[in-house]
Each structure stands twice: as structure tokens, then as C-alpha cells.
């Protein structure tokens, strides 16, 4: 029963569509109908500058991290891998509610901050194997995309690797949950594959980092 409940808080925190808050109450518009259309950092980067999408990562980290947090705390019963694997049903719940808000008639945004936080509490290497992925392909090509769809990429290799090299045992259920979850944010990034494949997909200007 506690389980069920933290999924449907996992799902509801992620709801929470941080993204088109800051572009009402700071920027005085509805990010989804200016730039990508999209809730998340870069477009509100795009849209408003730095400040507006350092907010909007932050708050979306914030609510993946802190439904790992919670899920950490309450569910403490039970044999280690069970409970590891109810621990990653939350986490991509958190996810999913920020892919499909309830807040917003099942839309959202495409996951990628609140999949960082909940992996920094997860699994902490994995997290932070894959923000240096992340960090490293957008400094080399400038296209949050593109670094966005690398993680996806590699995310079910680290879920494999990482406990390996750590010498503790992989566990399927938990690859197969994150596999599944990066096929759906692939997916939600179909629209920037078509022009990443057309070789349309805008890089972030230094100008609007700087903004």
C-alpha cells in the first residue's frame, strides 16, 4: 500500500510544471506557445535567459530528487533488491508525471532534469556519469538535444556497467524499467531527431547564455 502511494506522490510531484510557473509569474507568458513550445529549460533559456532556465532545471532536478528522497525514507521494509527495484518504479513515475502532467491535460515536457535527479539519488555514479555525458557532448556541439539524446543512449549501458564495476549485482527489473523509460524520452525527442537528421536543430547562442 505504501508502495502504490509513493508512486501516484512520485507521479504528482513530477506533475508539477515548474517550467510554465517561472514563464507566467517571471516572464509574463506561456511558454508553450512561444519558441519549442516546450516546458523546459531551454526553451525557457531561449525564451527569457539564463536565469529563467537555471530555475526551471533546478526546480525539475528538485522534483525527482526529492520523490527519490521520500521513496528512500518510507520504503525501508523488505529484501534489498525488491525494495532497489520500488525505489526505480518511483523514480520513473517522477518522470513520467513531468512527461505527461496531470496538470496539463497529460502533456509536458521531455524528462530530461527530473531523470538527473532522480538518478543522483538512485544511483549516484550513474547520475553523475551521466551529466558529464550530457555536459560533455553540449560543449562540443552547443545542442542541448543532442546531449540530451546521448544520455538516453547510454543509460541502459550504465545501469548494466556501473554496478559491475562496482562489484554489486546488476538487476534486470531496474535496466529494463530505464531502458523502457529512455525509449519514451527518445520518443519524446522525435521531433529533434527529424532535425538533427535534417540538420536543422538550432545550437543554444552565446548570447542567449549569456541573457
Partial sequence: MVFVFMLIL???LGSIPFGLLIGKYMLGIDVRSQGSGNIGTTNLVRLGGKLPGILTFLLDFAKGAIAMLIA???????EGQVLVTQ????????VCGHVFSIFLQFRGGKGIATLFGVLTVLKFPIGLLAALVWIGIFLAKRISSLAALSVL?????LFLV?????????????VLLYTGL?????????ENILRLLRGEETKLKAAEEES
Avoid: K, N
Wanted: with cysteine; charged share 10%; proline share 7%.
Fill in 162 to 174: 556501473i554496478p559491475w564495476i562496482l562489484g554489486e549485482s546488476v538487476l534486470i527489473p531496474q
Fill in 72 to 78: 528512500q525514507s518510507w520504503l525501508v521494509d523488505g
Fill in 10 to 12: 512520485g507521479f504528482f
Fill in 87 to 94: 525505489w526505480s518504479c518511483i523514480g520513473v513515475a517522477a
Fill in 182 to 190: 529512455s525509449a519514451l524520452l527518445t520518443y519524446r525527442h522525435r
Fill in 153 to 157: 543512449g547510454v543509460l541502459p549501458l
